[in-house]
């Protein structure tokens, strides 16, 4: 596609459940981002793909967060047994290179 | 850790006023600095970036941002502002050999007509 794509746009899950956010970054870009954005906290770094590798997973909050990323292109960001906190909109980005990252629309979790 | 401040919250301005949004970071050595825009309801989109050589850099939209080394800052200004720039503004900070960036708070700019 010409941008990048994330699904679903909008969640609401209980407090407990599983949720599965998934990225799918425009063809080619080799590198894959996951922010998370709360309200009057800015963008807090999630994860950082390069490739199917993370040489960045500092940011995921918990083990309950997880992320996996295949044949260099979809991503899944995985947040188990999900808490009100993790209420945020979850942004994935990719890029070739850090001269420009392209944003996806984001997908709005609500947890209940 | 490197951190990104961004010292207005909320900004509102009426049309044609002049704009600057100030924002500092804390990391002493070479850093790559960006703004990034969102329009309400969309995604976020690069404004303008600096890497290096004219710390006066100029973006889209009649933006511009000016790299003070000694003062660790980054302030986007803009003279004379549009209904239009009504936006959620966020400063980004990347230290040069890591693949990620630093955000700011934000600044929720609204301009009224």
């Known amino acids: 596609g010409a941008g990048v794509s994330q699904s679903p746009s909008n969640k609401v899950t209980e407090k407990g459940k599983d949720v599965e956010l998934r990225c799918d970054p425009i063809?080619?870009?080799?590198?894959l981002y996951w922010y998370r954005q709360s309200l009057g906290q800015g963008l807090e770094f999630l994860i950082y793909f390069q490739g199917n590798s993370a040489p960045d997973k500092s940011g995921l909050p918990s083990d309950r967060f997880s992320a996996e990323r295949t044949g260099g292109s979809v991503s899944t960001l995985t947040i188990q047994r999900t808490q009100q906190e993790d209420s945020a909109v979850y942004l994935c980005?990719?890029?070739?290179?850090?001269?420009?990252?392209?944003f996806g629309e984001g997908s709005w979790l609500t947890v209940v | 850790a490197q951190s990104v401040s961004q010292h207005n919250h909320h900004v509102i301005l009426s049309e044609a006023a002049s704009l600057e949004l100030g924002c500092n970071y804390s990391y002493g050595g070479t850093v790559n600095l960006f703004w990034y825009v969102q329009y309400p309801g969309q995604h976020l989109q690069l404004l303008l970036k600096y890497f290096s050589g004219d710390p006066l850099v100029k973006g889209i939209k009649g933006f511009e941002a000016e790299f003070i080394k000694s003062k660790f800052s980054f302030n986007l200004r803009k003279p004379s502002v549009q209904w239009s720039d009504t936006a959620e503004y966020f400063c980004?900070?990347?230290?040069?050999?890591?693949?990620?960036?630093?955000f700011g708070k934000g600044t929720m700019l609204l301009v009224s007509p």
């Open positions: 980005a990719s890029s070739l290179s850090l001269n420009t990252i392209y």
């Open positions: 063809s080619g870009h080799t590198a």
């Open positions: 980004a900070v990347n230290i040069p050999g890591y693949s990620t960036l630093t």
